[in-house]
């Protein structure tokens, strides 16, 4: 099997499969020799800031001399990305490798597995057979029945910004998706969460009913290149007006790491934060051009927040999957734009371009309906000032065809 026909073989495979919950991959990891219970883990959940958090956890602990696997989703550029060691990402060679052993392991078991269920247990086996130090792993969905919740035990349990996301599988309330997202939490465990002022309590008494450890993240003060926390300042690498509390979050996990008796040195902190590369989230692709695939309200809020506080005009170009809450999250950053160009991606799930015009008028922000995302891309840049700024949002995918187009030179 080579890299093409590995990609091949795991796009067919289902994304969802009967029976929910994990039974069939914990039979294929002991296939595989459970590789996931040889790994000591720092375990992320939420809706938003898991991936950014993840990034800075992973560079820190790479900054202090540890063999740090990370494994995250989705990927911007190429599949490689979400399985990496200390910033390199799997090699071609190897994720064909892994792919089929552990596509020979699922037939001869009887383990069918879904998509993401498929690419964890491969993750495990590599990371496991390269020695990691330590793995990040960033949950996919919710976190009680995710893949990535087959592990036994956490070093510390994460929990990210909690906001509605997903509601047909997480639940309707946020409390409830708080209660699928606690699903991590490990019995004695040490959790570090976000403020999560609003679910607090859902995840104070989750904790209680694991007795498990709680520390929650103060909120930072930023500060021109940074932020301060506890006292101290650091560096930050990551754009955006949030970038500061998932900071301060990855500071109480090293802090508790360190509780533990890993030496984790303040200059490690301080070089891991400011060498964080992270892909679009706030990212600068250009002098004036921006993208972020905030796609919930939470985080359209916070890229809002961040574009405002640039003080420039701001030309958005937009394309939203249905099934979000397109049209709270459009209503809520269209105001702050100039202008606003409606895009659409080739996916059944995205949203009509029209569908974005139609909200923009609500709210008396000037659209106008480019389907095609280079011929958007080059119409912003078109309409763009010496002073203005483009911005890419509203889904991944998007933020990923833009990026793909300005380092291609096609734009």
């Known amino acids: 099997m080579n890299y093409s026909e590995a990609l091949n073989y795991i796009h067919t495979i289902p994304k969802f499969?009967?029976?929910?919950?994990?039974?069939?991959?914990?039979?294929?990891?002991?296939?595989?020799?459970?590789?996931?219970?040889?790994?000591?883990?720092?375990?992320?959940?939420?809706?938003?800031?898991?991936?950014?958090?993840?990034?800075?956890?992973?560079?820190?602990?790479?900054?202090?001399?540890y063999k740090t696997g990370m494994y995250t989703s989705p990927y911007i550029d190429i599949f490689n990305e979400r399985i990496q060691i200390n910033g390199a990402l799997i090699s071609n060679d190897d994720l064909a490798a892994y792919t089929e052993r552990v596509k020979a392991a699922m037939n001869e078991n009887d383990a069918q597995v879904s998509e993401f269920a498929f690419i964890t247990a491969a993750a495990m086996l590599y990371f496991y057979e390269k020695q990691c130090d330590f793995v990040v792993l960033e949950a996919g969905l919710g976190g009680r029945l995710d893949a990535t919740n087959v592990i036994d035990s956490s070093l510390v349990s994460v929990l990210m910004s909690i906001s509605l996301d997903h509601m047909q599988y997480l639940g309707d309330t946020v409390s409830e998706i708080a209660?699928?997202?606690?699903?991590?939490?490990?019995?004695?465990?040490?959790?570090?969460?976000?403020?999560?002022?609003?679910?607090?309590?859902?995840?104070?008494?989750?904790?209680?009913?694991?007795?498990?450890?709680?520390?929650?993240?103060?909120?930072?003060q930023i500060c021109g290149g940074g932020f301060i926390y506890k006292g101290e300042k650091y560096g930050l690498s990551l754009k955006?007006?949030?970038?500061?509390?998932?900071?301060?979050?990855?500071?109480?996990?090293?802090?508790?790491?360190?509780?533990?008796?890993?030496?984790?040195?303040?200059?490690?902190?301080?070089?891991?934060?400011l060498h964080t590369s992270w892909q679009a989230r706030f990212e600068y692709i250009a002098e004036n051009v921006i993208i972020d695939g905030g796609h919930n309200i939470d985080g359209i809020h916070a890229l809002k927040n961040s574009l405002s506080a640039l003080g420039k005009d701001i030309i958005l170009v937009m394309a939203m999957m249905r099934d979000k809450s397109y049209d709270v999250c459009i209503a809520d950053i269209a105001p702050i734009a100039k202008e606003v160009i409606a895009s659409q991606l080739d996916f059944e799930r995205c949203l009509e371009a029209e569908?974005?015009?139609?909200?923009?008028?609500?709210?008396?922000?000037?659209?106008?309906?480019?389907?095609?995302?280079?011929?958007?891309?080059?119409?912003?840049?078109?309409?763009?000032?010496?002073?203005?700024?483009?911005?890419?949002?509203?889904?991944?995918?998007?933020?990923?065809?833009?990026?793909?187009?300005?380092?291609?030179?096609?734009?």
């Open 17 to 65: 499969r009967r029976p929910l919950g994990n039974a069939n991959l914990k039979r294929l990891l002991a296939a595989l020799g459970n590789p996931q219970k040889k790994l000591k883990f720092i375990h992320i959940a939420g809706t938003n800031g898991k991936g950014s958090c993840a990034a800075m956890t992973a560079s820190i602990l790479a900054a202090a001399g």
């Open 179 to 220: 209660e699928e997202k606690c699903g991590i939490i490990k019995e004695n465990g040490t959790v570090v969460s976000y403020p999560n002022d609003d679910v607090m309590g859902v995840i104070k008494s989750a904790c209680e009913k694991k007795h498990a450890r709680l520390t929650a993240a103060e909120k930072p």
């Open 240 to 273: 955006g007006l949030y970038q500061p509390m998932n900071a301060a979050v990855v500071l109480e996990i090293i802090g508790a790491l360190r509780s533990m008796g890993y030496k984790i040195d303040i200059n490690a902190v301080r070089y891991g934060l």
């Open 355 to 411: 569908e974005i015009k139609k909200i923009c008028i609500t709210v008396n922000t000037p659209c106008e309906v480019i389907k095609d995302v280079k011929t958007a891309a080059k119409t912003a840049l078109s309409h763009a000032g010496d002073n203005d700024i483009v911005c890419f949002c509203g889904s991944l995918y998007l933020a990923g065809e833009a990026r793909k187009l300005f380092h291609g030179g096609q734009v």
